[in-house]
């Protein structure tokens, strides 16, 4: 299985936000801080643990190079990064 990282783009898999994609934004050991810029925002991102979520990809360039360079990212840089994954630009 691959290592889930931050900037990775998953599939939330239990609780109540099961079926909803969000952006890895940090990781604290066995838990991902994810954030999809709407519900949970950037400022209170939803601690879950690896095993309850699926990768499905990892988000553009330009997303993933400025989050690892200053550690965040704002909630619209977040609801950008997943529309243009899901190829759903209204969604922005």
């Given amino acids: 299985m691959t290592e ?16 909803q994609l969000m952006l890895v934004v940090a990781e604290e050991g066995d838990f991902l801080l994810l954030a999809n810029g709407r519900a ?16 499905q990809g990892v988000c553009d360039e330009k997303t993933r190079r400025k989050l690892l360079e200053s550690g965040r990212l704002t909630n619209s840089d977040i609801r950008k ?5 899901t190829g759903d630009e209204d969604a922005i």
């Fill in 4 to 19: 889930l990282q931050a900037s990775d783009i998953v599939l939330s898999l239990t609780g109540r936000d099961k079926g």
């Fill in 40 to 55: 949970r925002r950037a400022e209170s991102p939803k601690r879950k643990r690896r095993r309850h979520v699926s990768r």
């Fill in 81 to 85: 990064a997943l529309a243009l994954w």
